[in-house]
């Protein structure tokens, strides 16, 4: 099993950049691979980026790819999303979670097993 805890949310303005990380707890942190995703006020939670255990391999969903960047380090336990040229629209709760099954790197929800609590980002003039 493993806990996560997100941490770097924010108010920042239109256009401005943020780091958020993810600390997980265990031994096993390299044996999942690692996702971020987010939820909007009244919306479901969708994906946004995912890495590989090895990090060989990264995915991005389209509305954010080329302005947010997953990496993760296995020394620390940690995961990271780079975003930069923020919009309105990145507004959301963005959680966190571990994949502890799959072949490939996934963007579905329900294959991930465990969850953080969410760090908020609000992008806002």
């Known amino acids: 099993q493993v806990q996560l805890v997100e941490s770097g949310g924010g108010l920042v303005q239109p256009g401005g950049s943020l780091r958020l990380s993810c600390a997980a707890s265990g031994r096993t942190f390299s044996s999942y691979h690692m996702g971020w995703f987010r939820q909007a006020p009244g919306k479901s939670r969708t994906f946004v980026a995912a890495?590989?255990?090895?990090?060989?391999?990264?995915r991005y969903a389209d509305s954010v790819k080329g302005r947010f960047t997953i990496s993760r380090d296995n020394a620390k336990n940690t995961v990271y999303l780079q975003m930069s040229s923020l919009k309105p629209e990145d507004t959301a709760v963005y959680y966190c979670?571990?994949?502890?099954?799959?072949?490939?790197?996934?963007?579905?929800?329900?294959?991930?097993?465990?969850w953080g609590q969410g760090t908020q980002v609000t992008v806002s003039s």
């Open positions: 890495v590989s255990r090895g990090s060989s391999t990264t």
């Open positions: 979670a571990a994949d502890r099954g799959s072949y490939n790197v996934a963007s579905t929800l329900n294959l991930y097993d465990y």
